[in-house]
Nanobody, 121 residues
Framework: VQLQASGGGLVQPGGSLRLSCAAS????????MAWHRQAPGSQRELVAV???????RYADSLKGRFSISRDNAKNTVYLQMNSLKPEDTAAYYC????????????????WGQGTQVTVSS
């Protein structure tokens, strides 16, 4: 499975961005798709995860501002980020794994490349 992330960029505080991650390859093994992020000098952290059935889970600190969704027909997962803050600045990584546990413990079967999000005025 290959994961291709896109949509990062520079945005002002309070702005919005939508990240996309397209999966290709042997995607039949992909149940859970997720976004993680890693700021400089910080550990990678889970942002949100969505199952093939649409169940979602978010980092508590991001609920209400971030929304994850997926289009199974396009094998693509999205992360809508609203009311962005400077502390949201990070490299955002998409991930995929059959087991939710692997996503949560930062050991998914597949990682995509990061897409940089910078929130600054």
């Amino acid at each position: 499975v290959q994961l291709q992330a896109s949509g990062g960029g520079l945005v002002q505080p309070g702005g919005s961005l939508r990240l996309s991650c397209a999966a290709s390859g042997s995607i039949f093994t992909v149940n859970n798709m997720a976004w993680h992020r890693q700021a400089p000098g910080s550990q990678r952290e889970l942002v949100a995860v969505i199952s093939a059935g649409g169940s979602t889970r978010y980092a508590d600190s991001l609920k209400g501002r971030f929304s994850i969704s997926r289009d199974n027909a396009k094998n693509t997962v999205y992360l809508q980020m609203n009311s962005l803050k400077p502390e949201d600045t990070a490299a955002y990584y998409c991930a995929a794994s059959d087991r939710l546990h692997d996503i949560v413990v930062l050991s998914p079967s597949y990682w995509g490349q990061g897409t940089q999000v910078t929130v600054s005025s």
